[in-house]
């Protein structure tokens, strides 16, 4: 069985031109499991853009592609799955109309929310914030007693998010998280993706060695 630790990257907040290639890079330098497209507060024609643009860079690795807050949508523009928040609408019916598509679940610090999401069929749980972060309001914290629970409880993953950099992801990995999500630390790596995504590999590498 696959127990690595993988990585789940995020987009940042403002899409610039040639971003495609940026992510293609990204993509080539690693491990990803998965993009997913978070554009809050975008229009839904500038998100279908945006889907077709980044999508195929995605899907032609192998990595799936996800779109946050909107299933319908992630249906109609071909996403692998959609990643859902406490927010988005009835996730059961999600779940329905996904299909055997990836459906994803925020849960922040809630050990009750997660077992909620459970139970209805999401693909994975994403527990956080863990570290401060600049990419959206903290309102929730995690800690990794909450990682280690759910890894010992359940077989459905758990993403980790929040403020994770190669610097400190150690005790996550450790902890048991099946995927960290990672947006500045990648995407304002002051080498570039590539480096970012090597960088965080590496942060990975080090500490499942420890924790074998």
């Given at each position: 069985?696959?127990?690595?630790?993988?990585?789940?990257?995020?987009?940042?907040?403002?899409?610039?031109?040639?971003?495609?290639?940026?992510?293609?890079?990204?993509?080539?330098?690693?491990?990803?499991?998965?993009?997913?497209?978070?554009?809050?507060?975008?229009?839904?024609?500038?998100?279908?853009?945006?889907?077709?643009?980044?999508?195929?860079?995605?899907?032609?690795?192998?990595?799936?592609?996800?779109?946050?807050?909107?299933?319908?949508?992630?249906?109609?523009?071909?996403?692998?799955?959609?990643?859902?928040?406490?927010?988005?609408?009835?996730?059961?019916?999600?779940?329905?109309?996904?299909?055997?598509?990836?459906?994803?679940?925020?849960?922040?610090?809630?050990?009750?929310?997660?077992?909620?999401?459970?139970?209805?069929?999401?693909?994975?749980?994403?527990?956080?914030?863990?570290f401060p972060t600049t990419t959206k309001e903290t309102v929730h914290t995690a800690g990794t007693d909450l990682l280690e629970w759910w890894s010992e409880m359940m077989e459905i993953p758990s993403?980790?998010?929040?403020?994770?950099?190669?610097?400190?992801?150690?005790?996550?990995?450790?902890?048991?998280?099946?995927?960290?999500?990672?947006?500045?630390?990648?995407?304002?790596?002051?080498?570039?993706?590539?480096?970012?995504?090597?960088?965080?590999?590496?942060?990975?590498?080090g500490a499942s060695a420890d924790a074998a």
């Amino acid at each position: 069985m696959d127990t690595r630790c993988r990585l789940y990257l995020i987009t940042p907040p403002v899409l610039e031109p040639g971003f495609p290639d940026r992510v293609a890079r990204a993509l080539d330098a690693g491990d990803v499991a998965c993009v997913q497209l978070r554009l809050k507060d975008a229009p839904r024609d500038a998100i279908r853009r945006a889907v077709d643009a980044l999508r195929p860079v995605a899907q032609s690795r192998d990595v799936a592609f996800l779109l946050n807050d909107d299933a319908a949508l992630a249906v109609e523009t071909g996403c692998d799955g959609a990643h859902l928040g406490q927010g988005d609408g009835d996730h059961a019916a999600a779940r329905r109309l996904l299909g055997d598509r990836t459906l994803g679940i925020t849960c922040h610090a809630s050990r009750h929310l997660a077992m909620e999401a459970g139970e209805i069929g999401a693909d994975y749980v994403a527990f956080g914030a863990f570290f401060p972060t600049t990419t959206k309001e903290t309102v929730h914290t995690a800690g990794t007693d909450l990682l280690e629970w759910w890894s010992e409880m359940m077989e459905i993953p758990s993403v980790a998010i929040g403020g994770i950099t190669a610097a400190n992801c150690g005790p996550l990995v450790r902890a048991g998280a099946d995927f960290l999500a990672v947006v500045g630390a990648v995407w304002n790596h002051p080498e570039g993706e590539a480096a970012g995504i090597r960088a965080l590999e590496a942060a990975i590498r080090g500490a499942s060695a420890d924790a074998a």
